[in-house]
């Protein structure tokens, strides 16, 4: 009954927020003329979470989300250890069968190897390790059970494909999952605003958000002593990411997704990263102007 009445009120509250959203005109219109040139499909939605103003484009649209599925998994783990279904610091044996083939620090393990949960779950956040993740999907039920957590929180869009039954379809359009730039960053403003599960989950899930070790795109533009929530995605033809930034000013949030980019390239110059860098540079300098802030010189180094 209890969760029934939160789910109720943050339906409420989001149908309320929604109501008071006010497009920011400037904002918009930089946006727009980011974007304009790029040889693909991109999406974006901007919030300044002190006065609720926003900035959008093609902000319901359906994009991949690559590893930014992670999040929603993420979730479905901590709403089982709320329902007191997984412990966060059980220890769980590795096996060979969980490999996902790739560079994952998870995959190196031996097979019987014991592992923290809390540290597979870390892996998945900071390090976007395929096959901690893919293990997470497992445990929080599936993605079926993802996908229902994510639709009792008025997420309408954000699903899990992979290894989903009746997604097959999906899958093969989107790939392991698939969100709107508007519903990734409402999930992320859930969390810190504690209402995704419970507080203590909430709080548990934000401090792993803000550990994460690709930092080379949207982050590279904000300065390093200021927190920022964040997971990126990036498969051959999308790139995304999405960042909560605690700034001095007043928290705001973005999500910039793209698909079907003519520039599938990994390298660092590669024109979705480009446009995602220049878009947290952006709004960086657009909310904290005077904050006297630039990359330094010579980052490129550690960079891709």
């Not at 300044?48 to 902000?59: E, F, H, P, Q, R």
């Not at 097979?111 to 901690?132: E, F, G």
């Not at 590279?220 to 002593?225: L, N, R, Y």
Request: charged share 25%; glycine share 6%; aromatic share 10%.
């Amino acid at each position: 009954m209890k969760q029934l009445l939160a789910i109720i009120f943050i339906l409420l509250f989001a149908v309320g927020l929604s109501a008071q959203e006010k497009i920011d005109k400037k904002l918009q219109k930089k946006i727009t003329e980011l974007s304009k040139e790029f040889h693909g499909d991109v999406g974006s939605y901007v919030k300044n979470l002190k006065t609720g103003k926003i900035a959008t484009l093609n902000a319901d649209t359906i994009f991949q989300t690559a590893s930014m599925v992670k999040v929603p998994i993420t979730c479905g783990i901590f709403n089982k250890i709320a329902k007191g279904e997984l412990n966060y610091h059980a220890n769980l044996t590795y096996r060979d069968s969980l490999l996902y083939p790739g560079e994952d620090i998870l995959g190196a393990f031996k097979d019987s190897a014991q592992i923290a949960l809390s540290k597979v779950l870390i892996l998945m956040i900071t390090t976007s390790d395929n096959t901690a993740s893919l293990w997470c999907q497992s445990m929080a039920g599936g993605g079926t059970e993802i996908n229902n957590l994510m639709a009792n929180y008025g997420l309408k869009y954000t699903r899990v494909n992979l290894r989903t039954e009746s997604r097959k379809e999906n899958y093969q359009k989107y790939g392991w999952g698939q969100t709107t730039p508007r519903e990734m960053a409402t999930l992320v403003t859930m969390i810190r605003d504690k209402k995704m599960v419970d507080t203590a989950s909430s709080e548990r899930i934000y401090r792993s958000l803000t550990r994460i070790y690709f930092d080379a795109e949207a982050l590279a533009e904000i300065p390093p002593i200021i927190q920022v929530a964040s997971k990126s995605g990036a498969v051959d033809a999308a790139r995304s990411e999405v960042c909560l930034v605690n700034a001095p000013h007043g928290d705001y949030v973005f999500c910039i997704t793209t698909k079907n980019n003519k520039d599938t390239s990994w390298k660092y110059d590669n024109e979705a990263w480009v446009m995602i860098r220049s878009l947290s540079k952006m709004l960086w300098n657009y909310y904290e102007p005077h904050f006297g802030w630039e990359r330094p010189t010579g980052m490129d180094k550690f960079d891709r």
